[in-house]
């Protein structure tokens, strides 16, 4: 304050002023400072989560290309071997195929959509450099001439069909159920960890109480599934008026119809060639459960139960018509 004469007086109210406008500058570079600092933080939270998923890539492809490699190495020494080892030998080489993709399915959690494309490309081409060799080596026996008695005319004889083996992750299965009807059908937590397949089942129910690390489902009518979270992927194929409840970190529908499914799965739900197939949510309890969910490494705060990719439906502005979701008032419950 100052008086007539130009002095100035320092009084208590210019002291209070002074020190509000010092805290209130001091304040402000203080959180300017904690701003800078969060920010600086944040970057490099992002750069060390950027710099790990390039590591698990960068040692992803080093695997796959190492086992990728094994395998066409293997392929190649098929050309010189004898007939009646061929056999065995594709065996060997059919196992390696399985682990290298078994080993993707797991990694798809971290890869990138593109590596990720990239490499079932490579997985394709590398099915059917096998099957071609397979074909190529071991052809299929034609059909045979052989000839009536002196006097007869010539007959074409065609050998008996053999069986249709099923498919290779069904063969290779450590557990399975096949050709069963009308019956209940329970597998224990020995199946931890293990490949599952069920096959050629009619009107059965199925209770999978553990974490295997796959299930593969072919050719089922009128049955009903009910499976622990599955730590890899979930195959079905060929089913009719059934009803799966399952939980797995990726899930892949072929060819099935008027079916229902109440699932958990942390990626997009895959279905082809399906029609008239239905989705709810997750809800099946049994004792352990939680046990499994934490043993497969499932995140029950993560499901995309709703979020189906329909690989035979391209409008992107329309629903397909070949799925819907349960009404939640239609919805069963499991136990």
């Given at each position: 304050?100052?008086?007539?004469?130009?002095?100035?007086?320092?009084?208590?109210?210019?002291?209070?002023?002074?020190?509000?406008?010092?805290?209130?500058?001091?304040?402000?570079?203080?959180?300017?400072?904690?701003?800078?600092?969060?920010?600086?933080?944040?970057?490099?939270?992002?750069?060390?989560?950027?710099?790990?998923?390039?590591?698990?890539?960068?040692?992803?492809?080093?695997?796959?290309?190492?086992?990728?490699?094994?395998?066409?190495?293997?392929?190649?020494?098929?050309?010189?071997?004898?007939?009646?080892?061929?056999?065995?030998?594709?065996?060997?080489?059919?196992?390696?195929?399985?682990?290298?993709?078994?080993?993707?399915?797991?990694?798809?959690?971290?890869?990138?959509?593109?590596?990720?494309?990239?490499?079932?490309?490579?997985?394709?081409?590398?099915?059917?450099?096998?099957?071609?060799?397979?074909?190529?080596?071991?052809?299929?026996?034609?059909?045979?001439?052989?000839?009536?008695?002196?006097?007869?005319?010539?007959?074409?004889?065609?050998?008996?069909?053999?069986?249709?083996?099923?498919?290779?992750?069904?063969?290779?299965?450590?557990?399975?159920?096949?050709?069963?009807?009308?019956?209940?059908?329970?597998?224990?937590?020995?199946?931890?960890?293990?490949?599952?397949?069920?096959?050629?089942?009619?009107?059965?129910?199925?209770?999978?109480?553990?974490?295997?690390?796959?299930?593969?489902?072919?050719?089922?009518?009128?049955?009903?599934?009910?499976?622990?979270?599955?730590?890899?992927?979930?195959?079905?194929?060929?089913?009719?008026?059934?009803?799966?409840?399952?939980?797995?970190?990726?899930?892949?529908?072929?060819?099935?119809?008027?079916?229902?499914?109440?699932?958990?799965?942390?990626?997009?739900?895959?279905?082809?060639?399906?029609?008239?197939?239905?989705?709810?949510?997750y809800n099946w309890t049994y004792d352990d459960i939680e046990k499994h969910y934490e043993m497969s490494g499932l995140d029950k705060r993560r499901n995309s139960w709703d979020d189906i990719d329909d690989f035979n439906w391209l409008a992107a502005d329309k629903h397909?018509?070949?799925?819907?979701?349960?009404?939640?008032?239609?919805?069963?419950?499991?136990?």
């Open positions: 304050m100052a008086n007539a004469d130009g002095a100035v007086f320092v009084t208590k109210e210019n002291i209070c002023d002074s020190e509000f406008t010092k805290q209130f500058i001091a304040d402000k570079l203080q959180k300017r400072e904690d701003e800078r600092l969060a920010h600086v933080q944040k970057r490099k939270e992002e750069k060390s989560a950027v710099s790990a998923a390039q590591e698990n890539t960068k040692s992803f492809y080093e695997q796959f290309s190492k086992e990728k490699n094994d395998l066409e190495n293997e392929l190649s020494l098929c050309d010189s071997l004898d007939k009646n080892k061929l056999v065995d030998k594709f065996d060997e080489i059919s196992v390696m195929y399985q682990k290298l993709q078994r080993f993707v399915t797991e990694s798809t959690m971290f890869l990138p959509a593109y590596d990720l494309q990239q490499t079932q490309e490579n997985l394709s081409k590398l099915q059917t450099s096998i099957q071609e060799k397979r074909n190529e080596l071991i052809p299929k026996k034609k059909f045979a001439f052989k000839s009536k008695k002196k006097g007869t005319v010539s007959e074409k004889v065609e050998e008996k069909p053999k069986p249709v083996l099923e498919d290779e992750d069904v063969l290779l299965a450590d557990c399975k159920f096949s050709d069963r009807n009308g019956e209940q059908l329970v597998m224990d937590s020995t199946i931890n960890k293990k490949d599952v397949a069920l096959t050629c089942l009619d009107s059965c129910i199925v209770k999978l109480h553990g974490t295997p690390s796959a299930v593969h489902i072919n050719k089922l009518s009128n049955c009903t599934i009910l499976s622990g979270p599955v730590s890899g992927s979930i195959f079905i194929r060929e089913c009719k008026n059934c009803t799966f409840v399952v939980a797995c970190q990726q899930l892949r529908i072929h060819t099935t119809t008027d079916t229902k499914f109440y699932i958990h799965v942390t990626s997009r739900a895959i279905i082809e060639d399906c029609s008239t197939v239905s989705f709810g949510p397909s018509p070949n799925w819907s979701l349960i009404p939640e008032d239609d919805r069963k419950k499991f136990t």
